[in-house]
């Protein structure tokens, strides 16, 4: 193994996040496919693999701790990069149905080719959020719709909740800003058919502070979102 084991044991354990073996052997072959890919692809600055298995693995698998996602549940990461959260999700739990998707194409590629070594299978696509969510294939149709470091949460908002059906979770993976997003989106998640919103907080490691943001999604998107790119960067919802 390259990732040290108990690193990444102990840092699951103290999230009361379970894995299995295969998953755990599954981890490891990902990381050595992200340190080999990255001498030619830049796709992550973490490279140390305690730091894989912190940073990306443990902080990706947050997500299980925060939300109970059901059994075959239809599932999307937007802006996935090089597969954080949703390729890591995948691993632990094969029953969810991934769509892993990013505007980059070369980190697809990656992702495609971790998918083929381990025998694994999600929908990747190559599209911008906010174009996708406007497909009626697409909206409004998963259970549960995920990001990470992608966008500030008003924008996020708006590329992850037109995903969402009602009933569905999206869950925003955030720093320590987390609270002040919030207060900046809180227009964004009502216009956009959010309603209750969850705060929870993680410490990985020695101390690096981590928030998920759960929204509930409890009414329809109104038709006019997602705006074009050029629309959301330049007029916030509600301002
Ligand atoms: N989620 C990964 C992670 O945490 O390591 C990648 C984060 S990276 C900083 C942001 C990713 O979001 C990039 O791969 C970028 O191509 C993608 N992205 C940004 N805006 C997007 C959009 N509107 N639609 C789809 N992907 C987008």
């Given at each position: 193994?390259?990732?040290?084991?108990?690193?990444?044991?102990?840092?699951?354990?103290?999230?009361?996040?379970?894995?299995?073996?295969?998953?755990?052997?599954?981890?490891?072959?990902?990381?050595?496919?992200?340190?080999?890919?990255?001498?030619?692809?830049?796709?992550?600055?973490i490279i140390e693999p305690a730091e894989i298995a912190v940073k990306h693995f443990a902080d990706s698998l947050t997500v299980l701790a925060a939300v109970d996602i059901p059994q075959g549940a239809r599932c999307i990461d937007v802006g996935t990069g090089a597969g954080f959260p949703g390729l890591v999700l995948l691993i632990a739990r094969p029953d969810l149905k991934w769509t892993l998707l990013?505007?980059?194409?070369?980190?697809?590629?990656?992702?495609?080719?971790?998918?083929?070594?381990?025998?694994?299978?999600?929908?990747?696509?190559?599209?911008?959020?906010?174009?996708?969510?406007?497909?009626?294939?697409?909206?409004?149709?998963?259970?549960?719709?995920?990001?990470?470091?992608?966008?500030?949460?008003?924008?996020?908002?708006?590329?992850?909740?037109?995903?969402?059906?009602?009933?569905?979770?999206?869950?925003?993976?955030?720093?320590?800003d987390a609270e002040n997003e919030l207060q900046a989106a809180r227009p964004a998640v009502s216009r956009l058919g959010g309603g209750k919103i969850a705060f929870h907080h993680f410490t990985l490691g020695e101390s690096a502070e981590r928030n998920i943001l759960t929204?509930?999604?409890?009414?329809?998107?109104?038709?006019?979102?997602?705006?074009?790119?050029a629309q959301i960067a330049k007029r916030k919802i509600g301002s």
């Open positions: 193994m390259i990732v040290p084991r108990e690193t990444l044991l102990q840092a699951l354990s103290h999230l009361g996040v379970l894995i299995d073996e295969t998953a755990i052997e599954r981890l490891d072959r990902y990381a050595e496919m992200l340190i080999d890919y990255n001498t030619r692809v830049n796709l992550t600055a990013d505007s980059t194409q070369k980190k697809l590629r990656f992702i495609q080719d971790v998918l083929n070594a381990l025998g694994l299978h999600a929908d990747v696509v190559h599209a911008r959020a906010e174009e996708l969510g406007r497909r009626p294939d697409y909206r409004e149709q998963f259970d549960f719709v995920t990001a990470r470091a992608v966008a500030a949460m008003d924008t996020l908002c708006e590329y992850c909740l037109p995903f969402t059906r009602i009933g569905g979770i999206f869950a925003a993976m955030k720093g320590p929204v509930e999604k409890t009414s329809h998107t109104p038709p006019k979102y997602p705006r074009p790119s």
